[in-house]
């Protein structure tokens, strides 16, 4: 969701959470300044939990450390870190991909979780899959990330394989967290399939946006939005626990 406006149209569509993106190309362009901004607008306007995505972190440890901060308090009720190189790509732009080193992404998730409220969940992002390198590296990153202070994971995939690797992943897994998807690519597979493979959240990326804009109706999908109810882990609202403190 970019702006309020986006997040008032979402609500009564029945997804439980919203994801806060920039509002422009999926290039990096967005600073953490720009993102607090955002997240301060859609926390004023809806209810639900904000989920919000922090791309690789905006900077060094001292610069994410602030950035998580900043976010957080501006009404974040979780980020997602991914382990993209600051000069980062959309996923669904084809070509060679580096990814920062594990012992890199495990300092920038660590500086994350100094800075973050301690309310706010952290979601550790790997694109391990998109960069070719497998699942077992996929889940490699992920235990470490996982070790080093994220409360879930989030995997992404764009091979053409149905979202096999997806699946295969979930299944490596074997619960140890929550697990986030975006299957883009995947419009084939429904809830029921990543649900049983242990995947527990999944985000429809801008699907729901360009259906509330157009139609003023979510999109005739999956119905069954995360979380599934196989894990009992859900995000709760900075707006709800505010007023429930206040």
Same mark, same amino acid.
């Given at each position: ?20 993106? $920039? $509002?422009?190309?999926?290039?990096? /362009? @967005? ?16 209810? *639900? ?9 905006? +900077? ?14 501006? +009404? ?19 070509? &060679? ?24 969940? /952290?979601? %550790?992002?790997? &694109? ?8 077992? &590296?996929?889940?490699? !990153? ?7 202070? %994220? ?7 764009? !091979?053409?394989?149905?979202? &096999?690797? /997806? ?13 986030? @998807? ?5 419009? %084939? ?15 429809? %990326? ?19 939005? +995360? ?10 609202? *900075? ?8």
């Amino acid at each position: 969701m970019p702006h309020g406006h986006a997040a008032h149209d979402h609500a009564p569509t029945g997804f439980p959470n919203t994801y806060a993106l $920039g $509002g422009l190309p999926d290039l990096g /362009l @967005i600073d953490s300044s720009e993102m607090a901004s955002v997240v301060r607008t859609v926390a004023r306007t809806t209810r *639900h939990p904000v989920v919000v995505d922090m791309e690789s972190g905006y +900077g060094g440890p001292r610069k994410v450390d602030l950035a998580a901060r900043t976010i957080s308090q501006a +009404g974040a009720s979780a980020v997602c870190i991914e382990d993209n190189t600051l000069d980062k790509w959309s996923i669904l732009y084809p070509g &060679e991909r580096d990814l920062a080193s594990v012992e890199e992404q495990e300092k920038c998730l660590r500086a994350t979780r100094r800075g973050l409220e301690p309310s706010c969940f /952290l979601i %550790a992002r790997t &694109e391990a899959l998109v960069a070719g390198h497998g699942v077992a &590296e996929a889940l490699n !990153r992920a235990n470490r990330y996982v070790d080093a202070g %994220a409360d879930a994971v989030f995997v992404q995939a764009t !091979r053409p394989d149905g979202g &096999e690797e /997806l699946l295969e992943f979930g299944r490596g897994w074997d619960r140890r967290t929550p697990v986030f @998807i975006a299957p883009t690519c995947y419009p %084939a597979l429904g809830a029921e399939e990543y649900a049983r493979s242990g995947i527990t959240h999944w985000i429809f %990326a801008n699907q729901p946006l360009r259906s509330v804009g157009r139609w003023k109706t979510p999109p005739n999908r999956s119905e069954k939005l +995360g979380p599934a109810p196989l894990h009992n882990w859900t995000i709760r609202s *900075h707006r709800c626990q505010r007023s429930e403190t206040s």
